[in-house]
């Protein structure tokens, strides 16, 4: 999806009791309409990024951001309905991807070698 000057995926801050999973699954959902119906999961994969953050409402101080990113695989293409980004582009599986370097092209890395320890050639 399209943020103003860079890509992004689906993300946001746990609720109070909720998982990671269970976060990407309702972020992905208010974000794109995804719903987690049409998302199979891949249970065997999980990335994590950490990197540092500022918000001004606590006076610009720096926190280390912990985002986990998870592997879902749909059946059909679905018609997005985004909430938070402009516009949003299906990119092509063709490793290695130039994406976006901060935290997309690593995850699909991460994606491609889970594929090749895993005998997955493709999606």
């Known amino acids: ?53 500022q918000y001004s409402e606590f006076g610009n101080q720096p926190f280390e951001k912990q985002v986990r990113y998870f592997l879902g695989f749909l059946k059909k293409k679905p018609d997005l309905q985004l909430t938070e980004h402009e516009s949003a582009v299906w990119h092509p599986w063709a490793p290695p991807h130039r994406i976006q370097r901060q935290t997309i092209d690593s995850l699909l890395e991460a994606v491609a070698c889970h594929f090749d320890e895993h005998g997955h050639s493709s999606v």
């Open 1 to 53: 999806m399209r943020h103003p000057n860079r890509w992004d995926l689906p993300k946001g801050h746990c609720d109070s009791g909720e998982s990671f999973l269970e976060t990407a699954i309702r972020e992905t959902w208010e974000e794109t309409g995804i719903a987690a119906s049409e998302i199979e999961v891949d249970k065997n994969f999980k990335f994590d990024l950490f990197y540092q953050v």
